[in-house]
């Protein structure tokens, strides 16, 4: 039960984000954090990420300062099991 309320709660402000804010740029990828949705799984449970979890890390990768400044995603993004799938990806957690 309590999984399903963190996954709810990530999903509601995913789509917040998506219907609210315009979509920045960054290094030449398009910031959104709906594309690390392949990701959901591993970050709220102990299971391995996906390669599609991965790929898709390593692309929002220069986006992760700026989902950090979010006050809607930080909470995501800093947390234990996303740090624990950036860093089964390969993903360093970054320094902003």
Known sequence: MRVMKKVCGFAIVV???????????????????VELSPCLGAITSSSPPSSTCCQKAREQR??????????????????????RVGSSCGVPFPTC
Do not use: H
Request: overall charge positive.
């Open 15 to 33: 789509v917040a984000l998506v219907l609210v804010e315009v979509t920045p740029k960054a290094e030449g990828v398009t910031c959104s954090p």
């Open 62 to 83: 220069p986006c992760l300062c700026g989902y950090l400044k979010n006050p809607s995603l930080r909470q995501y993004v800093n947390s234990p099991g996303a740090r």
